[in-house]
């Protein structure tokens, strides 16, 4: 599952015990849980229930840098301005939609019930350096999760194509 901080209204610190990233769930529970609100999310123009009910996500479907297959992946869409960018809280490795917009920037989002193709901006060097400063400074969330790891968040910055 690829958590996101896409809702900060209802979760105010990353520890706290009924954020979604911090519940426990059964391997059975897991399995499939992202075709879930993917599903949800296409039958209701972006809208989802639950946990994210409230948040802004999007869905980015990626290449797979190994297999060459779509991968969808629901994501909080996270604004600098009119910029809009993605990251994920990650446990021991950065996730598979980064690695496979790493390796193929082409991608679709489908935002509310609009469908686009854009381009992923995998953020590295003085640009990561400078962006992370300001969205670790304007998400506490994910200030939080980044002080308890040792790895950089991944940063995202998502273009509509022209």
Do not use: C
């Amino acid at each position: 599952m690829d958590d996101n901080a896409a809702n900060p209204k209802e979760a105010t610190s990353y520890d706290d015990p009924d954020a979604p990233w911090n519940k426990e769930f059964s391997e059975e529970e897991m399995v499939g849980w992202n075709d879930g609100v993917i599903t949800e999310f296409r039958e209701n123009n972006g809208q989802v229930g639950g946990d994210y009910a409230g948040a802004t996500l999007l869905l980015l479907t990626t290449t797979g840098a190994k297999s060459g297959k779509p991968h969808v992946v629901p994501l909080g869409a996270l604004y600098r301005g009119d910029v809009m960018y993605v990251s994920s809280f990650m446990e021991d490795k950065y996730p598979a939609w980064y690695h496979n917009a790493k390796a193929d920037p082409r991608v679709t989002i489908e935002l509310g019930g609009e469908k686009f193709a854009a381009t992923a901006d995998v953020l590295t060097g003085e640009r990561y350096d400078e962006f992370a400063a300001w969205a670790l400074a304007q998400n506490s969330l994910l200030a939080e999760y980044q002080a308890k790891v040792d790895k950089p968040l991944p940063l995202v910055v998502l273009r509509r194509a022209q």
